[in-house]
């Protein structure tokens, strides 16, 4: 009786490759779980705490099909957007696909771009996480050029998506934030409808028309802001900048450490194209008040002519005494409090 054993060693062989390169394969995988996801803490954002979801499930299915880079590519996204990063959609270069394919999908990477460059991430963020993903799903599938279903749901679930997006973004858009000095106020939006109040920074509204409620749309991502109003902020006015200037009690001597602050401010003033200063002088009340009156002018004049001396005109420069009667620190009629002997520059 003759036994060939050859073809059964081969195949057993052959099993044992095939286990090693699934082992290392796993292995390769094991830094992309997402398990540590349940460890962040959930984000603020609507449309980062769907990005993530999405991408995280994204993952799973090309884990499930075995398909490694890509499983890494989906939770790595997934990980970056539990921590906060708002990103964008894959770029055409990222993958590699047909010129037909590279002309229908970069004209929907363009729209989805353009209403994400509007605040849709923020306006509605939970259609705007979807359609990133969809987008990116759609991407991944039309490279592999395979599937034609996966193909097909993809984009058909982009499409849903940005349908959507686009009537929400419809209408006007109310960011709250704070004034030149960091302060936060309050706004209420209004209509016949109904209202909404912001006041908490970056607070958003949305009004469609007369006939409908204000919607309120959550807090704004930082992202978006520059987005929708880098433009506009960057065009507006330099904001003011204020300093404050100290003297030797009894005296037109700037302290040592004012004296130094001196050459700030005129370095801001030069900055200014078309400049214009609030010189105003504080004494305290160890004096007369006929005498601080005096010797406060004497102060913002003198930092007046500094400024007068970079070229600045004599006309957009304006100087007041306010003598004692405008102290930091309110004191008793002769107390000496170093706090108020000072000269306030406003330059706008």
């Known amino acids: ?134 987008f990116d799903c759609w991407m991944q599938e039309q490279e592999e050029g395979h599937q034609a279903d996966d193909i097909a749901r993809c984009r058909e679930i982009f499409l849903a998506a940005v349908t959507a997006i686009e009537s929400a973004v419809d209408g006007a858009l109310i960011v709250l934030l704070p004034d030149t000095d960091g302060v936060v106020g309050m706004i209420r939006v ?60 009894g005296t037109d001597r700037l302290t040592p450490d004012s004296a130094r602050k001196l050459s700030e401010v005129l370095e801001v003033v030069g900055q200014r194209k078309l400049p214009q200063v609030e010189v105003s002088g504080h004494t305290d009340r160890s004096g007369s008040a006929a005498f601080n009156d005096q010797l406060a002018q004497d102060r913002a004049e003198l930092v007046a002519q500094e400024v007068l001396g970079l070229g600045v005109p004599e006309r957009v420069v304006t100087v007041v005494s306010y003598g004692e009667r405008a102290p930091v620190v309110p004191t008793a009629d002769g107390v000496s409090e170093a706090r108020n002997r000072r000269v306030e520059i406003v330059v706008r």
């Open 190 to 249: 209004e209509t016949p409808q109904g209202s909404v109040v912001l006041e908490r920074e970056r607070e958003s509204a949305v009004t469609g028309d007369t006939q409908s409620a204000p919607q309120s749309t959550g807090t704004f991502l930082v992202a978006d802001v520059e987005a929708v109003f880098g433009a506009a902020l960057a065009a507006g006015p330099t904001p003011p900048v204020a300093f404050l200037l100290y003297f030797e009690q």
């Open 1 to 134: 009786m003759t036994v060939h054993l050859a073809p059964l060693v081969l195949r057993l062989r052959r099993l044992a490759v095939v286990g090693a390169l699934l082992s290392l394969a796993a292995c390769a995988v094991g830094p992309y779980d997402t398990d540590g996801l349940s460890d962040l803490p959930p984000q603020d954002s609507p449309f980062l705490r769907d990005l993530s979801r999405e991408y995280a499930a994204l993952g799973d299915m090309e884990r499930a099909e075995y398909d490694w880079p890509d499983t890494a590519r989906f939770y790595d996204r997934a990980i970056r957007a539990a921590k906060g990063e708002a990103f964008p959609p894959e770029r055409l270069d990222d993958r590699a696909l047909s010129d037909a394919a590279q002309e229908e999908l970069g004209a929907a990477r363009a729209r989805l771009v353009a209403l994400f460059g509007a605040g849709a991430r923020s306006i509605v963020g939970p259609d705007s996480a979807r359609g990133q993903a969809a």
